[in-house]
């Protein structure tokens, strides 16, 4: 009897910025206690999970060849955490995941993570596991702290090590330019050096998340725009000083305001609306200060399998 092999399954799933990403002390783990708002844009990445004589890692597309493909790939740890979970051996069926990038690599904006939960949700549909998601929720959280956002967008605040989400209330849509950098820059390099800022002064902290909260249920992107704050930008900035003409350049274009995404390098600019992001975005191309530049508008949803290829 012939064995029946299940269809491709992709999954497209959002990239993220924070709106607000407060830093509290090291904990003995290493890790640093956060209190953050994500926004899930409309900048994605496609994971296709296969099964394949081929099995690993194949990657397309934005950043391509700075993405390991061997085992420590974050998508490779998400096959082999489900398989573990759902005792299943991942290299009995031959797995084969493609990445298709359009997140920028290291760029602050949870592109690894994504594809992380995004393999998640695609690899338990091919394994027809039905699990619902705050179950791959749980195993998500223990590949990477934004891994679990990832898979469910929107806007939300995060807590712990950024892995505990509560849903934002926040109805409209908000416009995005994006300004990636020529590098990737190292997470724990970032979280590193605001240790080290914090020692030798008293670099600035970013207040409440509460009045973020109110400004995203108001749906104003002006007072949005007051409250954007990241306490890991003082520490990107140090490490990338060119960020501060980015940034700069940002709200010569017409910006209401600009924030490092994450660990950076990426720098968000929030816009009064679609066409003005439009506008910024064809400035700031011409400016000289970043490699790329995007739109995007969120929220968006988390990862979602792409019509069609999911039924059989
Ligand atoms: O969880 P994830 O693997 O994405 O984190 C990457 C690195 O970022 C960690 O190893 C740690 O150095 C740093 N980090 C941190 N505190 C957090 C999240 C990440 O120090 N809450």
Redesign the pocket.
Known sequence: MLAVVPPPVTVRVPAKVNLHLS?GD?RED?????TTIFQALSLTDEVTVAVSEEPGVEVHGEGEKSVPTGPENLAWRAVCALAEYAERPADADGIRVVLRKGIPVAGGMAG??ADAAATLLGLSTLWRLDLARDELAGIAAT?????PFALYGGTALGT???EQLVPVLSRHTFHWVLAFDQRGLS??KV??ELDRLREAGDPPRVGSHAPVVEALASGDPRQLALLLGNDLQAAAVSLRPGLRRTLRAGVNAGALAGTVSG?GPTCAFLCTGAESALEVAAELSGAGVCRTVRVAHGPVPGARLVGGDDTP
């Not at 590949?143 to 891994?147: E, I, N, Q, Y």
């Open positions: 830093v090291a290493g890790y640093h206690e956060l690894g993570s590949l990477g702290s934004d891994v712990g090590r950024g997470t724990p979280f590193g660990s």
